[in-house]
């Protein structure tokens, strides 16, 4: 089944973008561990619309309902199930494409793959509505790696080539990434997300859409998380990553400016420092060699491309009567994914490390 992910860790997630909920099913989280609600909403609301002209008007509060695998505040080692109400949905705005493929979307490809049966309004279960329990789930991941003293945290590293600064490949910190948890705009420079936002502006009142890049960095992982070839720590991330809609690419460390370089450029050297750790004085290689984590933070970019929903009449084709036809595509859509894809990241790299560290001979 293509919503069930299933390794260590193994999670279900399920529901249509104006179905009555959606929701997410968690096992084999350890017993134990103290959840804090009010955290999980604090999560949940950097992945919700702004009231500007950067976000989609679409308002939901997006509050869980904590089904089972929860008591007293502790993860009971069972099945723990979530559900998130819509409950602001406009699905009139699409009973004039049910049968038109829309331009960047799975409309086509849903419905080939599902007979036509699937659900169109709102993008269905190809929504980036399903976003919401992938964050419940990696924030819940999040709150048993920070117990640990594992961090997470992304910015926008670029929109449309206007760029922030980069997180420091060696230094980044703790601090680093509580600060920008606390920004509406979670970008490291305040003037270069202030040209960010301008352009999305811009780019909304062209009824047109940007895209953009997230840098993600992990600190305080142990060396020694995830294995070689198949099951490496990269491979994991890398899939839970293309799980959120409107993701093209991914690269570590270097990624691929390590392919414009010598190896004497690419290689990290080691060296043991004053406190007997064993570190690297570069970080090409992102935190992962072979697949494992090199206790060096773990950092990654993510290519979010352009909102495929724009207000600009495009050629399309009904896929029904097999004609060609011109689509006006209506209702609430954000004109830049990317900001709000941060927590989705930062979420998919949670349930990443948490699956691969329960492994880890330490963990308690």
């Not at 299933?6 to 279900?12: D, H």
């Not at 007293?72 to 069972?78: A, K, L």
């Not at 040209?195 to 960095?217: F, N, P, Q, R, Y």
């Not at 009567?321 to 949670?350: L, S, T, W, Y």
Request: charged share 20%; with cysteine.
């Amino acid at each position: 089944m293509a919503s069930l992910w299933n390794n260590r860790i193994s999670f279900s997630i399920f529901g249509e973008s104006h179905g009555p909920a959606i929701g997410v099913v968690i096992d084999n989280l350890p017993p134990g561990e103290y959840i804090r609600t009010e955290e999980i909403a604090a999560f949940l609301a950097r992945r919700a619309p702004k009231k500007n002209k950067t976000s989609t008007p679409r308002s939901e509060k997006d509050m869980p309902q904590i089904m089972s695998g929860v008591c007293n505040n502790r993860t009971t080692g069972t099945p723990l199930c979530a559900f998130i109400q819509n409950t602001d949905t406009h699905s009139a705005d699409y009973n004039n494409v049910r049968s038109l493929a829309r331009p960047g979307h799975a409309d086509y490809t849903g419905a080939q793959r599902y007979q036509g049966f699937n659900d169109v309004r709102g993008g269905g279960h190809f929504s980036g509505r399903l976003t919401a329990p992938l964050v419940f789930a990696g924030a819940v991941c999040a709150q048993i790696l920070e117990r640990r003293g594992i961090y997470t945290g992304a910015h926008i590293s670029e929109i449309h080539s206007i760029k922030d600064k980069a997180f420091d490949e060696i230094k980044v910190s703790r601090d680093d990434i509580v600060a920008l948890r606390k920004k509406d705009f979670p970008v490291i420079d305040d003037a270069a997300g202030e040209k960010m936002t301008a352009d999305i502006v811009k780019a909304h009142d062209a009824l047109d859409s940007v895209g953009g890049i997230i840098e993600c960095a992990s600190v305080n992982v142990p060396c020694g998380i995830g294995s070689p070839i198949f099951d490496g720590l990269e491979n994991t991330i890398s899939q839970l990553v293309f799980g959120i809609p409107a993701v093209k690419g991914i690269e570590f460390g270097a990624g691929f400016m390590a392919s414009k370089m010598l190896g004497s450029q690419n290689n990290d050297e080691f060296y043991v420092d004053d406190h007997g750790h064993v570190l690297t004085k570069t970080n090409h290689h992102g935190g992962i060699l072979g697949g494992i984590s090199s206790g060096m933070p773990v950092i990654f970019r993510v290519a979010i491309k352009p909102t495929p929903s724009i207000s600009r009449p495009q050629h399309t084709i009904d896929y029904k009567q097999m004609m060609n036809d011109v689509i006006n595509i209506k209702g609430r859509h954000d004109p830049c994914i990317v900001p709000r894809a941060v927590p989705c990241v930062e979420a998919a790299a949670n349930i990443a490390l948490l699956n691969h560290i329960l492994d880890y001979p330490n963990f308690r």
